[in-house]
Each structure stands twice: as C-alpha cells, then as structure tokens.
C-alpha cells in the first residue's frame, strides 16, 4: 500500500474531513445501524497508506471533532481514534504484505475491536444495549474496504500525475 510518491497533506486532509462529513451525516432512525465506521475506515486507509504523514495524533484530532460535533463526553471518540491508529501501526509491516481480501479480514478485526470498546465505554456511561448489532459497521467497512483502497489509489496516482 505504500505509494513511492508523497501524498499531500491537504488532499489527506479534505478526505479525513469528508470523512468526518459522511460519519455524522443525519440518517433515518432504522438507517443508523447500517452507516460505517466512514472516519475509522478512512483513518484506517492513510496510517496504512502514508504512515509517515498520518499517525495517532491526526486520530486523537478527528475524535475531538467528532466528539464536538456529537455531543459525546469529550475524548470518547479520540480515545477510540487514536487506539484505531495505534494499532494500524503496529500491524502496518504485515499488513501492506496481505492480499486485499486479508486486508479487509483485518479491517473488520481492527474496527470491531474499536467498535467493542465504545460498547464498552458506552455501558460505563450508562447507554447499554444486549445485542451484537454494533458490529454491522466493523462488517460493512470490510466489505468495502477493498472498492475503498482501489479507489483511493487511483485518485491518487491520477493526483500525482501518473497514468
């Protein structure tokens, strides 16, 4: 996934903040459930993608927003951000080696771990819910995340100026 030409940071920007843009996107009340982690996939794709330029700090950043705009207790979401990009560091040598099938496999462990521990965090603040349906958008971000690699890659290669 590496690309051998320097992504620019305001492109990384505009994406993270598109991103941020579709994760707080108001749904119908039964759509809710079915929305993906957008900010987690896309966070996801640039600490993988452009490790160099994207770490947890940019995770810790975007939580605060999200947690701004939500009205979540403040660091909730960048706790959660940045232990998503904490660990898509630890993994990135193995990672950029996996097929993209293995790679969306891994999207769906990553994101459901993150997804565990909001539940987690959300029956210590008292919301608590008994089913396993926080886990729909950890499933729906593996199942798009090899169309959302390839299609990133090609907006970038076509930003770059190749092909």
């Given amino acids: 996934m590496a690309t051998g030409y320097r992504t620019s940071l305001l ?3 505009l994406t993270l903040l598109l991103a941020l843009s579709l ?30 330029r994207v770490g947890v700090l940019h995770g810790f950043v975007l939580g605060l927003l999200l947690d701004l705009i939500e009205a979540a207790p403040l660091g909730q979401n960048a706790l959660l951000l940045s232990l998503l990009a904490f660990l898509s560091a630890l993994i990135y040598p193995r990672f950029r080696a996996y097929s ?35 886990l729909l958008p950890s499933l729906i971000g593996a199942i798009l995340w090899p169309w959302w690699t390839t299609m990133f890659q090609a907006f970038e290669r076509r930003l770059s100026g190749g092909e």
């Fill in 23 to 52: 994760q707080v996107m108001p749904l119908a009340e039964g759509w809710q459930i079915w929305r993906p982690d957008w900010l987690g996939l896309m966070l996801l794709y640039w600490c993988m993608s452009a490790p160099d």
């Fill in 100 to 134: 993209l099938l293995q790679q969306a496999l891994l999207v769906l462990v990553l994101l459901g771990l993150v997804q565990l521990v909001e539940q987690w965090l959300r029956t210590l603040f008292g919301s608590f819910s008994m089913h396993l349906a926080f």
């Fill in 11 to 13: 492109w990384i920007w």
